[in-house]
């Protein structure tokens, strides 16, 4: 079964290669197709915040319906579909047999390479976030013997040497189609080592049916909750209906806990029919112990909806801030630093600090995981209070040379500036993972883990697409205000800087909301003590999440 890990770990790889180079898009948005910065920013927040948010629906389709193996499968094609197309809206590749030119140039851009592109990033964007979502599931079901700490060891080896490739390539590769190109082979590669997994997994191997989401529990309980809705509630609730599952020998009972005792309704047994044939309705009648895994459900999601601020400043991180390098002197010496280098920075510290947060799980699961969202949200406001003073300075070295009309040529001050505000980006990320994760393992019943995880992560999300409204909305209000608009067509007509201390002094009421928000919680009991086993962090858990 070795071979079997390793062809399940090529997908990965593929996805880690290609993130590091779509990360330049904001890049090919403003220089090629020549887009404002809003509309640029607009374009790649949307795509990343999908990618964030649709695991979970892929997730509930696989333990539902299709089953992970069905699902990889399809990620790969996706991926393959969305990276070929991205490729073929490049201009030297259809320009001349669509009458256009083949330069980069925006006149070179025609119609349909607009809507190869936008149709190749929904592609990359389902396929990335359903491999997110089943490829640890997926990679537990066919090589669970694949854990020793050698291996992991050997694949995080390879991990790094993977970034490493991308970061040469686009270091050394300046034609976006032979870029994109690569990619797109690479995901034809993927695609054909699944089919090939899939075929060796088909000897001997029965695929694994779906066991059910824990997402249709919740569906059910409030369904039933809402079709009772008129009954009354038993004063000892010891006559709400429970009953272990005997082919469930790890099940996970829970007692029945006061407050939102409207769902308690869901697990109410009427006089009539006989208990044996309301049973057998799922969908009017639910156990305690789903009642109260509905109750956790709903209890978390004021904790999530502090992630949203922490998304919309992880926004700006492949926007705006890869737009001020993208303006910055890349002078070292006689070389040049590439742009991605950048985002090699944010990715090393955003996995150094998950790494080196992991022992504090010794120390107290119950605390360490609300204490550090508490410091990622710390980390966010640094972020954004040191982007907005080094915007300020950019901008004055722009008026000092009247470069404000200028756009493309290079403001003479030097890229690395930007590094404080890349790795405090990346210790947002690393620690609100993490953290978030924690949070999720003590809190979130047995079955649910893997759902509250992603929840999480799709909170996140909304923030990374809520940030394009944002933008909308403190530009309204700034030229309400002063007459001019922050965000203008450039970046060196705008005010970013203006806008990162509105996102810091966002993420500093957050803060505040999140002790509130945390103290008021109801905590479970600890059932899992200790600090986090190795196990249950799943491998390569940062890396399906590079983008």
Known sequence: MEYIGKLIHIQKWVNLF??????????????????????????????????????????YLADAFLGNSFV????????????????????????????????????????????????GLVFTALGMASLSACYTPFAQEQAEEDTTSSRRSTGWCRTHLVAFAALIIAAFVKPWA???????????????????????LGVGNPVSRPQGSPLTTIFRVLFAASSKSFCSRPQDTD??????????????????????????????????????????????LCKVTEVEETKIFIRTIPIWMTYIVCGIVSSVGATFFLEQANNLDRRVGKAKAP?????????????????????????????????????????????????AKIETRRLGVVMRYGLIDRPNERVPMTIFWLLPQFVLLGCLDGIHRLMAYGFSL?????????????????????????????????????????????????????????????L????????????????????????????????????????????
């Open 339 to 387: 742009l991605i280098l950048f985002f090699w920075f944010y990715d090393h510290f955003r996995k150094s600090f998950t790494t080196g947060f992991m022992p504090t799980f010794a120390l107290s699961r119950r605390y360490i995981p609300r204490i550090g969202i508490a410091v990622a949200i710390m980390y966010a406001t640094l972020s954004c209070i040191a982007a």
């Open 442 to 502: 003590d809190q979130a019943p047995k079955s649910m883990v893997k759902y509250f995880n992603l929840f999480g992560r799709g909170f996140y999300g909304l923030g990374v697409m809520g940030s394009v409204a944002l933008v909308q909305i403190v530009g309204k209000i700034s030229e309400g205000r002063t007459g001019t608009n922050w965000f203008q067509s450039t970046l060196n007509a705008s005010r970013v800087d203006n806008y990162y201390w509105v």
């Open 178 to 200: 032979i870029l994109f190109g690569i990619c797109a082979i690479l995901g034809v590669v993927s695609f054909l080592v699944c089919l090939i997994l899939r075929v060796c």
């Open 504 to 547: 810091a002094s966002m993420a500093a009421i957050n803060l505040v909301i999140f002790v509130v928000v945390s103290w008021l919680y109801r905590y479970r009991e600890p059932t899992r003590e200790g600090q986090l086993p190795e196990g249950l962090l799943p491998a390569g858990f940062m890396d399906d999440d590079h983008i």
């Open 72 to 119: 990889v499968i399809f990620s790969s094609f996706s991926s393959m579909i969305g990276l070929g197309l991205i490729w073929m809206s490049t201009p030297p590749v259809l320009g001349k047999s669509n009458g256009n030119c083949t330069q980069y140039r925006p006149e070179c851009i025609g119609e349909q390479q607009k809507q190869l592109f936008y149709s």
């Open 239 to 284: 006559k709400l209906y429970e009953k272990t599952d005997p082919l469930q020998l790890q099940q996970e009972l829970l007692p029945h806990t006061k407050g939102l005792g409207c769902l308690d309704k869901a697990a109410i047994i009427e006089a009539e029919p006989a208990l044996e044939q309301q049973e057998k309705k799922r969908w009017s």
């Open 18 to 59: 290609s993130g590091y180079i779509l990360w330049l898009l904001m890049v090919y948005l403003t220089d090629v197709w020549e887009l404002e910065i809003v509309h640029a920013a607009g374009i790649i927040n949307i795509w990343m915040g999908l990618i964030k948010i649709l695991p979970i629906v892929f997730a």
